[in-house]
């Protein structure tokens, strides 16, 4: 499975994602989208595989949104995503997607979820006999 990776330029989160998935050997396509604009069909595909909908990928305390001064739950859809497609820096970043799974911006425990589960259940196993011989 390959993950997306949706950036920003000048985001350290963003570099530490895509440190992190080189470092784990996770396949990734990055796009960057304050050069690369969402289409509508990957901004509709990751609110609905988000589960707090705009609330987890607005960045309400970021200088683009606060100058704004929108309700951004009063907007359909598509006023939405034309806001985002000229303000790109509303949005959180890093935002990862593959088939099954999102995680919007870097948290080390949880990106591990992009690690295939046979990986992760090796990983488990072997600290779990590190554990009992200690």
């Known amino acids: 499975m390959t993950v997306t990776i949706y950036t920003q330029s000048s985001c350290s989160s963003s570099r530490k994602a895509i440190k992190w998935l080189k470092e784990n050997n996770i396949t990734y396509s990055e796009k960057r989208i304050t050069s690369q604009p969402l289409t509508l069909a990957e901004f509709k595909n990751i609110l609905r595989m ?15 949104f606060k100058n704004l001064n929108v309700d951004i ?4 859809i598509q006023d939405l995503y034309n806001l985002i ?16 799974r999102i995680q919007v911006g870097y948290n080390e425990m949880d990106i591990r979820r992009f690690i295939p589960r046979k ?5 488990l ?8 011989q200690g």
């Open 50 to 64: 988000t589960e707090d909908g705009t609330d987890e990928i607005i960045a309400t305390n970021s200088n683009d």
């Open 73 to 76: 739950d009063q907007l359909s």
């Open 85 to 100: 497609q000229q303000h790109p820096r509303m949005l959180r970043s890093p935002i990862l997607l593959d088939e099954k």
């Open 119 to 123: 990986v992760r259940a090796y990983e």
């Open 125 to 132: 196993n072997a600290m779990q006999k590190l554990a009992t």
